[in-house]
Every structure is written in C-alpha cells, then in structure tokens.
C-alpha cells in the first residue's frame, strides 16, 4: 500500500495560518483595550478612592471626638457654640429653643426641621450634643442640650465646620491641591410625593453632579452625624479627568503603534514568505532546467564518444565533424558549469575582482571575440562600433568581459532563428561609458523588465522555452556590474528588440 505524499503548506495556507495565529488574538487584545479606555475614568475614580480612603478614615473621626468636646455659651441673645481652643462653630442666626412642643427660632426653615426633634425632646442628655437632621431635602447639625423641660441649642455654620476640617487635614500629605467638607447624605426621594418629587429630585441630583466640583472621595459620618458625608473635593483642574484623559490618550496612541507594528509585521512577514515561495519554486525550476542543461550535452557526448569508439565512422571528415561537436557540447557543458559556479562565488561574497586601469577596447576585444569564437559560421548580422578617445575604465577585464558577454549571447538567443542583427556600441556618457548592445529580438513586456535581473527568473513565451538557459546570466552581469559601481539598464517593447547597456563609471585622474 502505498504512503501518501507528504503535504506542504502553500504560501496562501500559511499567510492564512499566520492571520490565523497572530491577527486574532491581537483584535481580542484590542478590545480589551478599547474596553479598558471606556472604563478609564471610573478606574481613575476608584483608585482615588482608595488612596484617600485612609484619610478620610482618620478624618470621620477626628471630627466628631473634636465636636463632643465642645459647649454651648449664651452670648447676648443668641448661643455659641465654641471649642476648648474658643473657636466658634455656631451660626448666629441659627439660635433656637424648644419648650412645650414648641420651637422658637429665627429661621423658619431650621423650625421644620426641628419639628422632627420635639417628640424626642425629653431623651436628649444634658449635655451639648451634636447631631444631624434631616427633613424635606433639608439637612442640618445642630448642637443641644436639655435644661429640664426646655432644650436649648444652635446650628453649626457650614463655614466654621470647613475651617475644622482644614485645621485638622493640615500636616497630611496630598499628591494635588484639594479641599475636604461636609455635604448631605443624597436621599432617596421615590417614596417621597410620588413621580414629580422623584424626577426633580433626579434632575436636582444631575445638575449638582454637572455644575458642581466632582467628588474624588468621601466617607458617610457615623451616628449620630449620620446624615452628613466628608468628601474630598479638588481645588483646581479635576484630577479624574485630566487621569483619565491622560491615560486614554496614551492608551490610544500605544493601541495605534500597536496595531501599526502589527500590520507592519503582518506585510513584512507576507512579503518575506511570498518571496520565499517564489524562490524556492524559481530554485526547483532552477535545478531541473540545470539537470536538463547538464542532462543534453552529457548525452551528445557519450553518444559521440560511444560511435567513435565502436569504429562507425570511417571518412576522417566525418570523424572530424564529430569531434568539433564534442568540443562544442563539452564547451557547452563548461560554460553552464562555470556560470553556475561564479553566481555562487557571488553570492557567498568569496568573488575577487582584480581592477586595473585600461582602455575600453580590451573589455570590448575580449567579450567580442569569446562572441565571434562561440557563434563562428553562424548567420547573423553583427556591428561593433567603438568611439574613439574613449577614457580608461578600471575594472576587471575578464569579469566585465564576461558581463558584455552574457549581454552578446542573450541577444543571439532571443533574436529569433533567422534575420539576426545584433549591435554593440561603446560610448562614453558624462561620467560613465556605456557599452550598449542591441538586437531585433522579441523583446521584453513591461512586467518583466524589473524582474529579468533576478536570479533564476526566466521570461515565459514560446521562445525562451525553446531556448537553452539557467536564468542567470543577466542576475550576474547586474552583480558584477554593481561591484564596480556601475548599472546596467534595458529599454524593450515586445516585437521591437531589446537595449540592454552596462554603464562603467570611468576612471578618475
């Protein structure tokens, strides 16, 4: 039974893999992210929270042990109420007393909400206590103290209660200017004058929430100042938001580098695996062209070597024409040996170039009678013109020879079987001499031009599937070229002939 053929993963397989594997996980990260800078703020909100919850700790309880040291005194006609350091914290106009179910005071919104106290008058120690309440959306502290049947007392001032909180946050360090203060505790007010009530109350909520400082932290007081909270207000820029911004926008700018990286990685490993694929199918090609090329002379060549030696040949010009071919398919078989031994010279870095200084006419000499030795009796129209007073050069004569040569060969190959004209010219430009060879061969497509100094890559048409080659001739002339700091260019239209020209910079005095 017969094992199947290992599968190999096609280049689209894997970039598919490779999106597969990489693109994937990366967009869940992505909305993590995305999700992550939504959430900034409310992330900002309970990190400072955290922070100042020590604090506001120490705070909530310095304040009322501080309360409960206080006392009331009757200053004229109204009270105080005033601490051991005689600071006052009492409104002056918040005096009140209640007698016989009856509250008297100046403020009559402070009377409403004392109604709520008479029915516990009684109960109150005799001593000043400090205490919340609240009543119809009004919250107030006030500080009393029963004297037999009447219980006297004061409101304590917002302000005053301000200038404690300051006085006992001093010393503490803080990481941005910030002030600390009593708010009410918000009520909730659905149960209360059923959906009207509600909705103002939302709306009240909701404008306080957009007009007024944001709320970095706070802390609900104990009993019995348990409708008040200590909030932790900023002074100047709100912390949250300018943290929260700053930590968008440079979550932002990370998750757009990222994503960039990405897509940079994503085409370059693309483009690195297409090229790869490209290659490896161009060097398959390569070795069966090379195990074809190799395959041909090496067959003419025992066939020849098998007839001369079995005697079946007895005319000496007979035997003379089968010699002249072995040595041209032995040449053959040298050339494609020799060519395919330089490019890996090249290509590993161990070719050395012997430069000299000489005239543009023995590179020419050279490749142009190696051409005439090589194509000697066949039909072709072949022109060279060289300028005269053209300046010396200094290259490698037998390496640029060699270049001019592949160029000469290339244009008998591709000038098709009959009516075969081929030019070379030398002449020099600015600060280069070109050496120009031309023919009236099929050309080259646009498509290929860039791609014909590649290694291994042949043009596909009819003709050069019938014509012998290994695809790197012209990928070694462009090698050898460049080591000399030269450039080799082509101008081509198909059915018009080809122009390719080796530009040798010339050799400076």
């Known amino acids: 039974m017969s094992r199947p053929a290992p599968v190999i993963l096609s280049f689209r397989r894997t970039f598919a893999l490779l999106i597969l594997l990489v693109v994937l996980p990366s967009a869940g990260l992505s909305g993590f992210g995305v999700v992550a800078i939504i959430n900034e703020r409310a992330a900002v909100e309970k990190r400072l929270e955290a922070a100042w919850r020590g604090t506001l700790a120490d705070l909530s309880a310095e304040v009322p042990r501080a309360l409960s040291s206080g006392r009331l005194e009757q200053w004229g006609d109204r009270l105080a109420f005033v601490l051991p350091d005689e600071q006052e914290l009492s409104d002056p106009e918040g005096t009140f007393h209640v007698e016989n179910g009856l509250v008297r005071t100046k403020d009559p919104q402070l009377a409403e909400a004392l109604a709520a106290l008479v029915p516990e008058a009684a109960s109150l120690p005799t001593v000043p206590t400090v205490f919340s309440l609240a009543t119809n959306g009004r919250t107030v502290m006030v500080a009393a103290e029963r004297q037999g049947a009447t219980v006297r007392g004061v409101r304590l001032s917002n302000i005053a209660l301000d200038a404690l909180l300051s006085d006992k946050a001093q010393g503490r360090a803080t990481s941005e200017p910030v002030r600390f203060t009593l708010l009410p505790v918000p009520r909730d007010a659905s149960s209360e004058g059923g959906l009207v009530n509600r909705l103002m109350s939302e709306v009240a909520q909701a404008r306080q929430n957009a007009l007024g400082p ?110 002249d071919l072995l040595t041209k398919e032995t040449e053959r078989l040298s050339d494609l040996i020799e060519r395919v031994l330089d490019w890996a010279r090249i290509e590993s870095g161990r070719k050395v170039y012997q430069r000299e200084s000489l005239p543009v006419t023995n590179v020419v000499d050279v490749a142009v009678a190696a051409f005439r030795t090589q194509r000697h009796g066949d039909g072709m129209e072949f022109t060279v013109k060289v300028d005269d007073n ?69 043009v596909d048409n009819l003709l050069t599937r019938k014509t012998e080659g290994s695809g790197l001739g012209l990928a070694i002339s462009k090698r050898i070229v460049d080591a000399h700091g030269g450039r080799i260019t082509v101008k081509s239209e198909p059915g018009q002939g080809s122009c390719f020209t080796l530009q040798l910079p010339v050799t400076r005095e």
């Open 214 to 323: 944001p709320v970095l932290a706070e802390r609900v007081l104990s009993a019995p100042l348990q409708d008040f909270r200590l909030v932790v207000l900023p002074l100047g820029e709100d912390p949250v938001a300018s943290a929260s911004t700053r930590n968008r926008v440079v979550y932002g700018v990370l998750l757009g580098l990222f994503y960039l990286t990405l897509t940079f990685g994503v085409g370059y490993t693309a483009r690195v695996l297409y090229r790869e694929a490209r290659l490896s199918r161009m060097k398959t090609d390569f070795v069966s062209l090379v195990s074809h090329e190799l395959r041909t002379p090496l067959t003419s060549i025992r066939m020849f070597i098998e007839t001369l030696a079995l005697g079946r040949l007895k005319d000496p010009a007979q035997q003379q024409e089968v010699l």
């Open 390 to 458: 053209l300046p010396h050069v200094e290259v490698d004569r037998v390496a640029v020879a060699g270049a001019l040569l592949n160029l000469l060969q290339n244009a008998y190959k591709y000038s098709g079987p009959t009516n075969r004209r081929i030019a070379l010219r030398a002449q020099r430009d600015g600060g280069y001499v070109n050496l120009s060879v031309e023919d009236n061969g099929v050309g080259i497509a646009r498509k290929d031009r860039k791609r014909i100094f590649e290694r291994f890559y042949r």
